[in-house]
């Protein structure tokens, strides 16, 4: 069964000149690269996109992070493309990413982990929304 995901290179990986891998991993899977669009997220979208941990300590942090610089959002697509894609970015934490995942092989740390993808079927619906009406 086809379904979609939003993924997004953070601004670590886009200064660090890692998109063109990130999405050639994606492609190499067989996923389909059907939106995509290099951007600054906004202090709203932020907030729309991270709203489950506004309230949280961490959130600051997070989101002066995420407005330091551009990111890069997708949209794929491929079957069963939302646990494929988080198989294939690995552990949020880098230390704990296995190699040959994105976050194994590239990540620095657990703030700085190069890349975000949704993680069920309802958080990707609302996502694309919030990226791409």
């Known amino acids: 069964m086809s379904e979609q995901t939003l993924v997004f290179i953070?601004?670590?990986?886009?200064?660090?000149?890692?998109?063109?891998?990130?999405?050639s991993r994606f492609e190499r899977k067989g996923l389909v690269l059907n939106e995509c669009r290099h951007m600054m997220m906004t202090s709203e979208l932020s907030d729309a996109h991270y709203a489950e941990h506004i309230e949280r300590p961490f959130y600051p942090g997070l989101k002066e992070f995420i407005l330091s610089g551009p990111i890069v959002v997708m949209v794929l697509e491929g079957e069963r493309a939302i646990s494929v894609v988080r198989t294939m970015i690995g552990s949020t934490d880098s230390a704990e990413a296995a190699p040959g995942?994105?976050?194994?092989?590239?990540?620095?740390?657990?703030?700085?982990?190069?890349?975000?993808?949704?993680?069920?079927?309802?958080?990707?619906?609302?996502?694309i929304a919030n990226f791409f009406g």
């Open 10 to 23: 953070k601004p670590d990986g886009v200064k660090r000149g890692l998109v063109g891998e990130v999405i």
């Open 101 to 127: 995942t994105i976050r194994g092989d590239l990540s620095l740390s657990k703030g700085e982990n190069i890349i975000h993808a949704s993680d069920s079927p309802e958080s990707a619906k609302r996502e």
